[in-house]
């Protein structure tokens, strides 16, 4: 007896190799995407949450920025608030009004319609002006410092 020339069979072969390196790549891939997702969730793997309002205003000096983090984000007794405690993680104030770094961006748009005509949000970062009394030019700049990557053409 002679040994069979198609070990498998006739029209039955075994999987080419490509299809199995794509079946192992496409396992691969939706492995590292859901590893990313779930270390992207845990916070300890972000990067500090007021780098974003800490780069802004490291190249505003001449406004003297002012770390006001307990002042600003910890509002104990808040009439205006209504069961909204303002998920604040990081406050700045300035000589143009006062920055403040929220968690979230719905509870930024929410703290800034609070603020109305004295109030602008980029992203989850609020500029407060309401305690302010300023000229246009300054008003102007706090409001191009909130938006420095903005491209408004």
């Known amino acids: 007896m002679h040994p069979d020339p198609e070990p498998y069979g006739g029209y039955h072969t075994r999987p080419s190799s490509a299809s199995t390196k794509i079946v192992i790549g496409v396992a691969a891939a939706a492995g590292i995407v859901i590893a990313w997702w779930i270390i992207s969730g845990i916070d300890s793997f972000r990067p500090y949450p007021g780098t974003k309002l800490r780069n802004l205003l490291a190249n505003a000096p001449e406004v003297h920025p002012i770390v006001a983090t307990d002042e600003l984000c910890n509002v104990p007794d808040c009439d ?3 069961g909204h ?3 604040c993680i990081e406050g700045w104030r300035t000589d ?4 403040l770094q929220f968690r979230s961006t719905g509870s930024a748009e929410y703290w800034a319609t609070v603020l109305g005509d004295d109030g602008r949000r980029d992203g989850n970062v609020v500029l407060d002006m309401h305690a302010t009394n300023l000229t246009f030019d300054q008003r102007r700049y ?4 909130l ?5 408004w053409s």
């Open 80 to 82: 205006p608030c209504h």
């Open 142 to 145: 706090a409001i191009d410092m």
């Open 85 to 87: 405690k303002p998920d």
């Open 147 to 151: 938006f420095t990557s903005r491209d």
């Open 96 to 99: 143009v009004g006062s920055y």
